[in-house]
């Protein structure tokens, strides 16, 4: 079940890149997960959990992921905790999005509405169909 909260919510981590950048662990960089998110929304690569290699900067260390990867990293590695879903952008959604709906429970908050949460849903829709005839 996705739980999405409009609004001001006093335990949210609202500054996702800090708290990631303070947080995160070697092998949240290097599981199967997280090279896929870090390929699809950052185009980059996962050389190794302190370098990942992108296409415009380069080498670089995780701290330089964007702030939307760094946010699924930290729903997938945190789950407990309720993250500021603001920074992820449309390229995190649906595929990426989609993961947590089918395989976990998850709260995010959102400061605005989320105009891609209709596609959201649909395909999280048509991938449990899919796996439930399986």
């Known amino acids: ?44 690569d996962v050389k190794g959990p302190h370098a990942v290699e992108s296409p415009v900067l380069g080498v670089i260390s995780p701290e330089k992921l964007s702030g939307g990867t760094k946010t699924l990293l930290l729903m997938a590695n945190d789950p407990e905790k309720v993250f500021n879903a603001s920074t992820c952008g449309d390229n995190c959604a649906p595929s990426s999005l989609t993961y947590f709906v089918i395989k976990r429970m998850m709260s995010m908050e959102a400061g605005f509405p989320i105009m891609y949460g209709c596609s959201l849903m649909s395909s999280a829709i048509s991938d449990r169909s899919q796996n439930s005839t399986n």
Do not use: C
């Open 1 to 44: 079940m996705l739980n999405i909260y409009f609004g001001d919510m006093p335990e949210a981590v609202y500054n996702t890149s800090v708290y990631f950048n303070y947080t995160y662990e070697d092998e949240w960089l290097t599981s199967d997960f997280a090279k896929e998110v870090i390929k699809k929304i950052d185009k980059s």
